[in-house]
């Protein structure tokens, strides 16, 4: 089964850090490029992050340039999202992305608040 599957979001102070991770399971990671987006509520869903499928070309969104990395294990078919210096208006549902194709994953929750 092709499928993405998110984790590691979860409930953190500003500016405090988070690693979300991407599982890819049934296509070869390797041969994609990634992307991480995140849709705030009531806001567009927006992209975050892109790595190539060698991890040697990354670009960021602005807003997150400096504070977030995006890397990937393709060995073990994961692409991961290490977030620091986190603030309240990052809260957002995360997603993980094939790029060039409709392949999301489920989503997982980041909330910054005190």
């Known amino acids: 089964q092709v499928q993405l599957v998110e984790s590691g979001g979860g409930l953190v102070e500003p500016g405090g850090s988070l690693r979300l991770s991407c599982a890819a399971s049934?296509?070869?990671?390797?041969?994609?490029?990634m992307s991480w987006y995140r849709q705030a509520p009531g806001k567009e869903r927006e992209l975050v992050a892109t790595?190539?499928?060698?991890?040697?070309?990354?670009n960021y969104a602005r807003s997150v340039m400096g504070r977030f990395t995006i890397s990937r294990d393709n060995a073990q078919s994961t692409v991961y999202l290490q977030m620091n210096s986190l603030k309240p208006e990052d809260t957002a549902v995360y997603f993980c992305?094939?790029?060039?194709?409709?392949?999301w994953g489920q989503g997982t929750q980041v909330t910054v608040s005190s």
């Open positions: 992305k094939r790029v060039y194709d409709a392949l």
């Open positions: 049934g296509f070869t990671l390797s041969n994609y490029a």
């Open positions: 790595i190539t499928n060698d991890g040697r070309v990354r």
